[in-house]
Structure formats: structure tokens, C-alpha cells
């Protein structure tokens, strides 16, 4: 079975400190993979996925993740962060055979302070 | 166009009560599925909808949960005989086939 992996629970950075937040996944076929955000009080909104081709995907807000295969990981990575990346960012992952269940790591919280 | 829609965004229920909730997925979005996402957990798989094939019901925590979906249109989620282990937040999501999944607002529900 799929599984993901986020190693950090939650995180509190400065403002304007690079962030990188790890995710790995336990799949041995082709996979799609994602990373989602959610805000405080918001919905969960897809920040950017990977579903073929150049490894390093860019999404919104300046995010960027890259997929490194013979790691099984794909994390995300801020050069810069702002107090209002503040939210609980999720990572999942889809075996690539149509459509299945996003499978989620358990979530990392990131905090961003002044 | 509209996103996904999830109807109620709370509720409060006393504990052997039946609730049901709700989902109008993105217009021209085939697949439909549900999660769960309890407090300091990540999200769990419950049930997946693709077109009119049979339902993947595989992540139903026990046969309290059920689910319906109409075509390809609304969904209800049914859970009965609530506990309180069932409080979470219900997530119903969207898709194309194949496509990315989009997500509703969720329903929080607490059973007291």
C-alpha cells in the first residue's frame, strides 16, 4: 500500500527564511504527486503538482517542489517565506493509473512569525 | 465556475443520531470522492465515485458509513448511529478522470 511521510510536525520560521518541507512516499510504480495548503479557516487549495516531465515544478506563491525518484521524495521548498504562508501544508501522492485516492502524509504546520 | 460546495459546514449531533452531509461536486467532474481529517491527523480516504461504476467503499471505517451518489452530481454521506470517535472535519472532493482533485470546504461535524 501507498504511504506518505512528512517528517516535520510543525515548523516556525521568520519571516524571509528559506523553508523546506520533506515528503516521501513508499510506491514502486509511476506516481503523481502533490502538495496542498491549507489556511487558517480556509479550504484545502492544490499549491502545485507533478504529473511528468521537468522534476522541479513551480506553483503559486513563489513554491516550488522537485521530485527526485531514487529518493521516493518531493519537497517543497520557499526561498523566501512571508507571515502569510502561514498553514498546514500536505503532501499526497497518486499511484499514476487513472483515477484513485490521493493518499496524504499527516501534514507539517508551518508557522511564520515577524 | 463554482468549486465544490459542502453543505452543512457544521454540525452538532448527540451520539446514536443519524447525520447526513452533503457534496455538489464541479460541474462536468466525473469522479467524487470523501475524507475524513481528525484532529492532528492527516486526511483518510473513505469513498470514491467514478462515473457509474461501482464505488470504491475500500476506506469505510465500518458499515455505520455509507454513501450515495447520484450520476454525476450530488453525493451524501451518511454515517449512523454517530460516535464520538466520528467527530472530524469531511472533506468531498472533484476531479476530471485522471485530473487533479479539487476540494470543498468540508464539514465539521462534532458528536457529543
Known amino acids: 500500500a501507498q504511504s506518505v511521510s512528512q517528517h516535520n510536525h510543525h515548523v516556525i520560521l521568520s519571516e524571509a527564511a528559506s523553508l523546506e518541507l520533506g515528503c516521501n512516499y513508499s510506491?514502486?510504480?509511476?506516481?503523481?504527486l502533490f502538495w496542498y495548503v491549507q489556511y487558517p479557516g480556509q479550504h484545502l487549495q492544490l499549491l502545485l503538482k507533478?504529473?511528468?516531465?521537468?522534476?522541479l515544478v513551480k506553483g503559486i506563491k513563489g513554491f516550488e517542489a522537485e521530485f527526485i525518484k531514487s529518493k521516493f521524495s518531493f519537497n517543497l521548498r520557499k526561498p523566501s517565506v512571508q507571515w502569510s504562508d502561514t498553514a498546514e501544508y500536505f503532501c499526497?501522492?497518486?499511484?499514476?493509473?487513472?483515477?484513485?485516492?490521493?493518499?496524504f502524509g499527516k501534514g507539517t504546520r508551518l508557522s511564520v512569525i515577524a | 465556475g463554482a468549486g465544490v460546495s459542502q453543505s452543512p459546514s457544521n454540525k452538532v449531533t448527540e451520539k446514536g443520531k443519524d447525520v447526513e452531509l452533503r457534496c455538489d461536486p464541479i460541474?462536468?467532474?466525473?469522479?467524487l470522492y470523501w475524507y475524513r481529517q481528525r484532529l492532528g491527523q492527516g486526511l483518510e480516504f473513505l469513498i470514491y465515485?467514478?462515473?457509474?461504476?461501482?464505488?470504491?467503499k475500500s476506506g469505510l471505517p465500518s458499515d455505520r458509513f455509507s454513501a450515495e451518489r447520484t450520476g454525476e452530481s450530488v453525493s451524501t454521506l451518511t454515517i449512523q448511529r454517530t460516535q464520538q470517535e466520528d467527530s472530524a472535519v469531511y472533506l468531498c472532493?472533484?476531479?476530471?478522470?485522471?485530473?487533479?482533485?479539487?476540494f470543498g470546504p468540508g464539514t465539521r461535524l462534532l458528536v457529543l
Open positions: 499526497a501522492v497518486i499511484a499514476n493509473s487513472g483515477n484513485t485516492p490521493l493518499v
Open positions: 510506491y514502486g510504480g509511476t506516481v503523481n
Open positions: 460541474s462536468g467532474h466525473t469522479a
Open positions: 465515485f467514478q462515473g457509474n461504476s461501482a464505488p470504491d
Open positions: 507533478y504529473f511528468s516531465g521537468d522534476p
Open positions: 472532493a472533484s476531479s476530471r478522470f485522471g485530473e487533479t482533485q479539487y
